[in-house]
């Protein structure tokens, strides 16, 4: 186990949840009492915070008030309740008496999507510490604060041996010591953020210490992510074919030589770049026989349609390739991580496409395809994978939205790990992110939007 996950259940979002403190008193107006529909989330928090207490010492749920807030298939819940609890027995002989119950206060934050419940939060005090809404959360930003929450007394102390542990793991230097106390705070808030991520995640992905750890989220979007993948298709593209064949259990296009090393995007938003040339190496492969690393920075710097570091689009990068007759090894225009004056040469161009082709949003039909045809570029919405580290990735729909699209990648193969079923997600971030550079999606549920912009380059 990581040594931060503990930290969890200091932050409430564990089972037992930690006593608030005091808080103001806000408006009370907008709570209505108790509904069926608010009684169901209750019950899920009553469960929540009974598992693995002594079948004498659970809790049983007194009066219950509630607001519910709703965005996309999911909704919101805030509840304040009672709880009744029996103070735990130690002695036999004073057991048998009747005891007086003990009530607590709580608060729970409750996610219902489609039915799937999800504590995102709960507080529990004596009743007479007056537990109060103080929080005015919204869907985008409904995490708890770390500021509001007691912390350990050794909170400080954990968060610099992890910080400088990670300086040791990546190498970092800072400047000045200002810059430094600043990435180390970052780097806390990071933490406390990607334990958040860890205990939403709906499949087995581990979160933590990356080697984006000392970035805000801001800044790794502006660095590493892909803003223009929003705005749309590009070029359209003929929808290609459909495969007839059903697709095999599991697929692997790594190890069937398809696949060239994971390279490394660097601070440039070029995901657009890399998730191209990883198609068209695996289209070239396997029409010629031949891996060869294809060069990016010929994109980068050539390919005007797009927007070099600022972003791009797969099918805006199949038609330049097509309009400047074809794409040049990676030793032959090797990678610089900025934009340059163009300085590609026809005589050197290595491989060709003739078209390009738009991908079913069917996953299983993106299988069948993948299996017959070969790695597939995708994009997806990026959420958590600043601070992913290995295991199948299944955030919820509501925080990794289909629309968000925001990175580009290659699809290189599927299976099943102990039954979860995966896609396996070549990535642009170096060998020293994620499973050795690759990212592992939840499969079969149209995850962070990994259906809506499948493609590939053909080659003739
Ligand atoms: C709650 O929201 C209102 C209006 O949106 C805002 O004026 C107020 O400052 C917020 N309160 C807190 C504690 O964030
Ligand atoms: C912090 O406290 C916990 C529990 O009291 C202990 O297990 C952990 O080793 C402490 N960490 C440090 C860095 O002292
Ligand atoms: C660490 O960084 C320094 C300066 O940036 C560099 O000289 C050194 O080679 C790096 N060491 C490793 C192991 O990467
Ligand atoms: C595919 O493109 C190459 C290079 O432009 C060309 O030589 C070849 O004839 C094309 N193939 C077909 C079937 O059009
Ligand atoms: C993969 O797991 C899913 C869900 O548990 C299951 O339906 C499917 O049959 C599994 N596939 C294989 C090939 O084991």
Redesign the pocket.
């Given at each position: 186990m990581a040594p931060w996950l503990p930290l969890l259940s200091l932050l409430g979002l564990l089972r037992g949840a930690v006593s608030a403190p005091p808080r103001r008193a806000a408006d009370a107006q907008a709570w209505e009492p108790v509904t069926p529909e608010l009684l169901r989330p209750a019950r899920f928090a009553l469960e929540t915070y009974n598992r693995g207490r002594a079948a004498g010492a659970r809790a049983v749920l007194g009066a219950v008030s509630g607001r519910v807030r709703r965005a996309g298939r999911g909704s919101l819940y805030s509840l304040k309740a009672t709880l009744e609890e029996e103070p735990p027995c130690s002695d036999p002989m004073t057991c048998q008496l009747p005891v007086s119950k003990k009530t607590l206060l709580c608060t729970f934050e409750v996610l219902d999507e489609l039915g799937e419940h999800t504590l995102l939060r709960g507080d529990c005090g004596p009743e007479d510490a007056k537990v109060a809404d103080d929080r005015n959360e919204t869907f985008s930003s409904f995490f708890p604060l770390l500021n509001k929450d007691p912390l350990p007394q050794n909170f400080s102390t954990e968060m610099v041996s992890l910080f400088k542990h990670f300086i040791a793991t990546y190498n970092r230097t800072y400047e000045t010591e200002e810059e430094a106390q600043r990435r180390m705070s970052i780097f806390m808030n990071n933490m406390v953020r990607a334990q958040e991520i860890q205990a939403l995640d709906r499949g087995t992905a581990q979160y933590g210490v990356t080697k984006f750890s000392d970035l805000t989220e801001e800044e790794f979007r502006t660095l590493y992510l892909n803003p223009l993948l929003k705005e749309g298709l590009g070029q359209t593209m003929r929808p290609a074919k459909p495969v007839d064949d059903p697709a095999p259990p599991e697929w692997d296009w790594r190890k069937k030589g398809a696949v060239t090393n994971v390279k490394n995007q660097g601070m440039c938003g070029s995901c657009w770049a890399f998730s191209v040339t990883g198609n068209v190496e695996g289209q070239w492969f396997l029409r010629q026989g031949d891996l060869l690393s294809l060069s990016e920075q010929e994109l980068v710097d050539c390919d005007t349609l797009d927007k070099a570091c600022m972003g791009g689009l797969p099918s805006n990068a199949y038609s330049a390739i097509?309009t400047l007759?074809?794409l040049e090894t990676e030793d032959d225009y090797s990678y610089r991580g900025h934009l340059q004056t163009c300085s590609f040469t026809a005589d050197k161009v290595k491989v060709?496409?003739?078209d390009s082709v738009e991908l079913s949003k069917d996953e299983q039909k993106l299988a069948a395809w993948l299996a017959k045809k070969g790695p597939i570029s995708i994009a997806i919405n990026a959420f958590g994978m600043q601070f992913y580290r290995r295991g199948i990735s299944r955030p919820l729909r509501l925080l990794c939205s289909p629309w968000f699209i925001d990175h580009a990648v290659l699809l290189v193969g599927y299976g099943n790990r102990s039954d979860v079923p995966f896609w396996a997600i070549k990535n642009s971030w170096g060998t020293d992110w994620g499973e050795e550079g690759y990212y592992y999606l939840h499969r079969g549920s149209r995850a962070c939007g990994v259906n809506v912009m499948a493609s590939s380059a053909v080659?003739?």
């Open positions: 097509k007759g074809g060709y496409i003739n080659v003739d």
